[in-house]
């Protein structure tokens, strides 16, 4: 593993961002990038759409939700999709792409980061707990909903 960067989503990117692949049996916990990549960019001043670049090359896409005004407060901040590549998972990428979304909702002035996830074998429970996220409630869809202290 080189170098990890993060940049803003581009032009230049974005087929890249679109074409990650995933480990077997993770499609059922993720929609294709298309979805997060163009959802963002329906609401840019809340939306925060970037990719992590091992050297040159793409190997992770995350966007995060940051809207004090979002009715439900524990999305005020929060993880709205994280993908990484199938071949660069378990070499630090993800760490990497949730450290930087998180330094930037601290930058924001945020106290905490929520993400949610759909339970299950070979989910990212274990991930997010690994980065210190605890399992603050649950949705009316059963989805997890964890929050990191930014304090």
Known sequence: MG???LEELSARTIVAANSLTLKP???AFI??????????YFAPDTEWPRVVLDGDTVV???RGHFDTETSAPEFHSCI???????????RGVGRFAVEAIAAEARSRGFA???VLWEP??????EFFHTL???????TRYGETIAALSLS
Not at 31 to 40: C, G, R
Not at 120 to 125: F, H, S, T
Not at 132 to 138: K, L, Q, T
């Open 60 to 62: 992770g896409f995350i």
């Open 120 to 125: 299950g074998d070979n989910g990212p429970g």
């Open 31 to 40: 929609t294709p990038p298309s979805y997060a990549i163009a959802e963002a």
């Open 80 to 90: 709205w999709r994280i993908h990484i590549a199938a071949e660069a998972q378990g």
């Open 112 to 114: 905490q980061l929520t």
């Open 132 to 138: 210190g996220f605890r399992d603050i409630g649950e």
């Open 25 to 27: 049996g993770q499609e």
């Open 3 to 5: 170098t990890l960067t």
